[in-house]
């Protein structure tokens, strides 16, 4: 094995180089920093990032509780297991549905302020629901609106907070892919 450029386990050994080494060039010279070993949690070592990844895990646990209460309200108020079955098909068709286009408008617009839109628009949705509970107004349709509109909701969150990664801790360090998933409902 004389050629060493068409060897695979040294197009494998320069990758690694690639992803655990950053290059600078300084008047011609190649310095080389020591070597950054890329581990499952080293995203977390970025301050905004652990922040990021923090609130996404919040927030995900209250989007779970937001659904479990309403479909949980759909059963109290029909006792029916196919009013249930309908509000929760409206939130995944509504995410089957504009998943497509909202990756599309994550991929054109600030992924900041994308994310600042989506959670407040269901922060109004949950309290619309909070304010026709405590009127006594609320019906199971009033439900049904509600899931379509935090399937929306969703489905442009989603794109925009995987997105923003990246701009968080480099593309150096996003094989942490892993942990957003851990977050994501």
Not at 74 to 95: D, E, K
Request: glycine content about 8%; aromatic content about 8%.
């Amino acid at each position: 094995m004389g050629n060493d450029s068409i060897n695979p386990e040294n197009d494998n050994d320069e990758e690694d180089e690639a992803l655990y080494r950053s290059r600078v060039r300084v008047e011609g010279a190649e310095l080389v920093t020591p070597p950054v070993r890329v581990t499952t949690f080293s995203a977390l070592k970025v301050r905004d990032y652990r922040w990021f990844w923090l609130s996404t895990l919040a927030g995900s646990a209250s989007m779970q509780m937001q659904i479990l209460g309403r479909l949980w309200l759909v059963y109290a108020l029909t006792g029916s297991a196919l009013a249930l079955g309908i509000v929760a098909a409206a939130r995944g068709g509504a995410i089957l549905i504009f998943s497509l286009y909202g990756g599309a408008v994550a991929d054109r617009v600030k992924k900041r302020n994308l994310l600042l839109v989506t959670q407040s628009a269901n922060a109004v949705v949950a309290l619309a629901i909070a304010i026709l509970i405590s009127t006594g107004a609320i019906i199971w349709q009033h439900l049904i609106i509600a899931a379509v509109l935090n399937g929306l909701v969703f489905s442009f969150n989603s794109p925009g907070r995987q997105s923003f990664i990246p701009e968080l801790v480099g593309r150096g360090r996003c094989s942490q892919m892993a942990l957003p998933s851990i977050t994501q409902p």
